[in-house]
């Protein structure tokens, strides 16, 4: 089988390796698709990881240090065709979602695995991760009726983000990204004014200003960019949340709170898809949560967000694509070779 590798900053590699046998209570999984998440991976590919932070606690096959070389990724969409001697056949055959690298095979058990509902086709499915940490920014933000909302930052998160943010009964729903095929997706995808964040006098012509603030009453901030945050408490009024959904890794972000967000009373929030805001978490779960996700994938079909389509053995010049011009891409995604439905 092959996997992808991050051997180093900037350079990714694809190797061959034993595929693997199932462990008793294991399942065998050959990947159909695999998706990149412009956001993580490009920390990855970069060298931007914070030093210190594990690579992901929360999903079994990425436990350990942040260490070169690297096996990464995070959205997995196959078929089972085998199974260990203790899992039953119930599974074979099945098409499934899994939090896994970029591989050609993997095992896992069946809790580690998601059925891929009839309805939904692969590649919509590859956008499950995306999903759910949009459903959970809409969770931790708590859109009201009547709102005004803004979007720093339309990759795909902030897309689905955005879309799920139109089935509200909003005053309005402003995006905002320096890419012109992603204002034009956004404004698709259901935001009432989409504009580019580096416009000259764009804090003017929406109300805003550094020194008191603006008329947004919730903003995102989504864009991978420290500098984006100033403008997200810039655009906030009085008493305003700023939901922060951006990692920035070891990008250093140099925030303003010396201006307007002591005397607008601003809340700034973190929200992070691997846990459940506490207040939440008593009634949501990350089951009940994943359901969700579902559900508005089947609503949005997001699946026309998926602008590039690579074979894994060209995996160096989909991240190089991603690094260099961003602004050609929404999501990419990587072929794997086999049969598809």
């Known amino acids: 089988m092959r996997q992808l590798v991050f051997q180093a900053p900037g350079r990714v590699v694809v190797e061959n390796r034993q595929t693997p046998v199932p462990a008793a209570d294991q399942l065998l999984v050959r990947t159909r698709w695999s998706a990149i998440s412009p956001g993580t991976e490009m920390l990855v590919f970069r060298g931007q990881w914070p030093h210190g932070v594990p690579v992901d606690a929360s999903i079994k096959a990425l436990r350990g240090e942040f260490r070169y070389p690297l096996v990464y990724g995070y959205a997995a969409v196959g078929q089972v065709v085998a199974s260990g001697s203790a899992a039953g056949d119930a599974w074979l055959g099945r098409r499934v979602f899994a939090f896994q690298p970029h591989q050609d095979h993997f095992c896992a058990t069946p809790a580690e695995l998601f059925s891929i509902p009839a309805d939904l086709d692969d590649q919509t499915a590859l956008l499950l991760p995306s999903m759910e940490t949009a459903v959970g920014l809409l969770q931790d933000g708590r859109p009201l009726l009547g709102e005004k909302v803004a979007v720093l930052g339309q990759g795909i998160v902030g897309l689905l983000t955005t879309a799920l943010l139109a089935r509200f009964p909003l005053h309005s729903l402003l995006t905002l990204d320096c890419h012109p095929r992603r204002r034009k997706a956004s ?109 508005m994938l089947r609503l949005i079909q997001p699946a026309g967000c998926i602008t590039q389509r690579f074979p894994l053995d060209e995996a160096a010049a989909a991240y190089a694509l991603l690094d260099r011009f961003p602004e050609e891409t929404i999501q990419v995604v990587l072929d794997h070779g086999e049969d598809r439905q």
């Open 187 to 295: 404004l698709a995808i259901g935001a009432t004014d989409s504009r580019d964040p580096g416009a000259p006098d764009l804090l003017q012509l929406l109300g805003a200003t550094p020194a008191a603030g603006g008329e947004i009453d919730l903003v995102y901030e989504l864009s991978g960019n420290p500098a984006a945050l100033n403008q997200a408490i810039a655009l906030a009024r009085f008493s305003g949340r700023v939901v922060i959904g951006s990692w920035y890794g070891e990008k250093p972000a140099t925030v303003d709170l010396g201006s307007w967000f002591h005397r607008g009373r601003l809340q700034l929030i973190s929200s992070q898809v691997s846990s459940i805001g506490p207040e939440l978490a008593g009634r949501w779960q990350q089951a009940r949560r994943l359901e969700l996700a579902w559900t």
